[in-house]
């Protein structure tokens, strides 16, 4: 199988010999060309032909953003992941990135206590992307990019018949829906737009959600939503009070869960152990929100890479609640969902612009 081939894209001749260490030091990978800003870059691209490029955000000359839009006028499919620090005006342009059409991104080392822990971190993070993306080495087709993470279920599944079914499903069949709990990752920050763009200021009922984002960036998305959408939309806080037409976003690092307050509910969050290698985790809210809203749970899986929220969704089911999941062809990556669907969890699989409407539907359908 041939290589991955890389263009690394940064101002700093540290930072790009370190990445070129670490891709180099993968079999599959190569890196194939670096430059110092996007001019550069622009000119390599037709050179090397890279399957991938790493974009530094903050550059002279031309920066990661005025790279991005100009990559995507000569090229709309090849995978473009940011390289972004973590900090405020990082978190922001990466945001702006992914609307213009970055696939991905990865956060820059952050007080690492040594170079082997900074050069870790860059590995784990970056190389699964960069493998997962390119499929193989394989260019993706138009649109966005698609990537089934080795799931062979049609996309066209709808509604998917379940291969589990909890004792109390016939009962709850027409249970009221009290809760929406969002489990996204890899794609996640244009996809949630898409959905609660269409959700009126006065939808009926809280909506909590874990995107896999580290601290600074969960903040920052939370106000970008709100300022896009009519719903508000809060960075989670322990003490939050669950109520209609506010949406809860985990904050980065933290794990969400909802506890019993009254007759409502409240939020908590923690540092625990990481679940999935993730913090937040999306099993860790879903097996929460069953908890506490039973039946009342309305899941919903869109695209990511791995399998975070899979056993939330049987916690959901067994509680008697319902899961609907993105479909393959609108998801970035279709771990997440596949992995729902794979295991007969999901009760409708749909795209990413029917989604808003069927969380409407089935929250004011009773």
Known sequence: ????????????VVVRRLLSNVLDGDAALEVVGTAPNGRIALAKISQVHPDLIVLDVEMPEMDGLETLAAIRKQDRDIPVIMFSALTELGAVATLNALSLGATDYVTKPHNMKSKEAALEHVRE??????????????????????????????????????????????????SKVEIVAIGVSTGGPNALETILQDLSANFPVPIVIVQH????????????????????????????????????????????VLEKQGFGARIRTHQEARENSCRPAVDVLFRSTAKIYGAGVLGVVLTGMGQDGLLGCQNIREAGGKIIVQDEASSVVWGMPGSVVNSGFADRVVSLQDMAREIIDRVISH
């Not at 199988?1 to 700093?12: G, Q, T």
């Not at 970008?224 to 719903?231: A, G, Q, V």
């Not at 037409?245 to 904050?251: F, L, T």
């Open 125 to 174: 993070q970056l190389i699964p992307k960069i493998k997962a993306f390119c499929n193989g080495g394989k260019r993706p087709k138009l649109g966005n990019i698609r990537v089934s993470e080795k799931h062979n279920i049609p996309a066209a599944i709808s509604p998917a018949k379940p291969s589990f079914i909890s004792s109390n499903s016939a009962v709850n069949i027409k």
């Open 213 to 256: 984002m580290p601290p600074v960036f969960t903040k920052r998305l939370a106000d970008r939503l709100t300022e896009k959408c009519k719903i508000r939309v809060e960075e989670a806080v322990t003490g939050g009070i669950l109520e209609p037409g506010v949406v809860w976003i985990a904050p980065g690092d933290y794990h969400m």
């Open 1 to 12: 199988m041939p290589k991955i081939k890389i263009l690394v894209v940064d101002d700093s």
